[in-house]
């Protein structure tokens, strides 16, 4: 089992850049698939991105490529999301997650393992 615990959002003015946190604590990190999701208002939660148990493969949802980038620190168990060039469209509470699987996939329900969330907002 792993828990995990995201910091780094807040408030941000559009074109602005932030950098999320995601800090893996139990079993070991490397096992896990790692992904970031997000949920705004009154919609389905969403794939962000994800990255492999290597860091040698990443997925991002077409709405952030380009913009967004996963990584993943394995001496520090954490994995990031820096986002740069913000839109108000970007403004939700994004979640980190862990798969405990080697294939990276989209769907949420996939993972096994979900921090609390953090908000994003972006202000225009």
């Known amino acids: 089992q792993v828990q995990l615990v995201e910091s780094g959002g807040g408030l941000v003015q559009a074109g602005g850049s932030l950098r999320l946190s995601c800090a893996a604590s139990?079993?070991?990190?490397?096992?896990?698939?790692m992904g970031w999701f997000r949920q705004a208002p009154g919609k389905e939660r969403e794939f962000v991105a994800a990255?492999?148990?290597?860091?040698?493969?990443?997925q991002y949802a077409d709405s952030v490529k380009g913009r967004f980038t996963i990584s993943r620190v394995y001496a520090k168990n954490t994995v990031y999301l820096q986002m740069n060039s913000l839109k108000p469209e970007d403004t939700a509470v994004y979640y980190c997650?862990?798969?405990?699987?080697?294939?990276?996939?989209?769907?949420?329900?996939?993972?096994?393992?979900w921090g609390q969330g953090t908000q994003v907002t972006v202000s225009s």
């Open positions: 997650a862990a798969r405990d699987a080697i294939v990276v996939v989209t769907r949420s329900r996939e993972y096994d393992y």
């Open positions: 139990g079993r070991t990190f490397s096992s896990y698939t």
């Open positions: 990255i492999s148990r290597t860091g040698g493969r990443t």
